[in-house]
């Protein structure tokens, strides 16, 4: 099993064209992703050669769902242009829509995430976020696909870089999947939907659970996990060391007072007994030690 991208998933690519899309439509493509089109305006008719496959391009998302049957679309379009590109594949219906994209403006990512839930028919995963992976099935984003293997862990992580170190240090028990949210201070999934995706998912085991600093995002999934999680899990949160009011990272990354703090989450998580790492390694221990128990 897997959650939200399966290996059935029919997945286009808006901006293919461009430097970033193509690079890593290419490394989708060499993980076993089904890529089967791209989108860029005034380009439609024409095809992308990649090593292994050829790639249609279209002019709009809904062209490319009425003529592939898509149903995932990763977003690589720069910051001001990503609103109207993340419309234009809700209202093709596309069920889930991976938002690459850095620097998109908060007040768009807002207006964006309102307009899907009006429409109620997307999931949005991020912006500013690494995308999703299930191991052997599929990868939409810009996770490496050979840094672990399946297996039943599943993994939620506002860093894309502690997402790539988790899997890696865990590639040996592998990962039903791996969910990269963004840390943005606005996103489209949150760590609570995640959480309860992998709850109802019979083949993850045990869940890791990255967070950071800024906001209550961890404090709320940890009174989540507390009521209705039943599934094992552990966590990291990044920034220990931050100062205060300095942005680290991600725009959502800021500590004000002791609102947001890396202490004030360790300690809401392990009140709702989740066990917290205070590194990345110690937490793929923690995570070892209770598979193995």
């Not at 391009?57 to 910051?79: I, K, L, R, Y």
């Not at 990962?175 to 201070?185: M, N, Y």
């Not at 552990?234 to 920034?239: F, I, K, L, M």
């Amino acid at each position: 099993m897997a959650i939200f991208l399966t290996g059935d998933s029919k997945v286009i690519v808006q901006g293919m064209t461009g430097s970033e899309g193509s690079k890593h439509t290419q490394r989708m493509l060499d993980s076993g992703t089904s890529v089967v089109g791209g989108v860029t305006p005034k380009k439609g008719g024409q095809t992308v050669d990649f090593e292994g496959a050829s790639v249609p391009v279209f002019n709009s998302v809904a062209e490319a769902v009425e003529a592939t049957g898509a149903d995932v679309s990763v977003v690589f379009v720069p910051p001001r242009f990503t609103k109207a590109a993340v419309v234009e594949s809700v209202d093709a219906g596309i069920p889930l829509i991976v938002v690459i994209t850095e620097g998109v403006p908060v007040k768009d990512t807002a207006e964006l995430f309102a307009y899907a839930q009006s429409k109620g028919t997307s999931r949005i995963i991020g912006p500013n976020c690494p995308g999703l992976i299930s191991p052997g099935k599929s990868n939409a984003g810009i996770i490496p696909a050979d840094i672990t293997e399946a297996g039943r862990i599943g993994l939620v992580s506002k860093s894309g870089t502690l997402t790539y170190q988790m899997m890696y240090e865990l590639r040996d028990i592998g990962f039903s999947s791996a969910v990269g949210i963004g840390g943005d201070p606005i996103i489209g999934t949150t760590h609570i939907d995640v959480l309860q995706a992998f709850e109802d998912d019979p083949d993850t085991e045990a869940i890791v659970m990255i967070g950071e600093i800024g906001g209550d995002a961890e404090e709320r999934a940890a009174a989540y996990i507390q009521d209705n999680i039943t599934k094992p899990v552990v966590g990291y949160v990044a920034g220990f060391t931050a100062p205060e009011g300095k942005t680290m990272g991600h725009a959502g990354a800021i500590v004000s007072g002791s609102s947001g703090t890396a202490q004030a989450k360790k300690e809401a998580l392990e009140a709702a007994g989740v066990k917290v790492g205070r590194t990345p390694s110690e937490t793929a221990q923690l995570m070892r030690e209770l598979i193995q128990s």
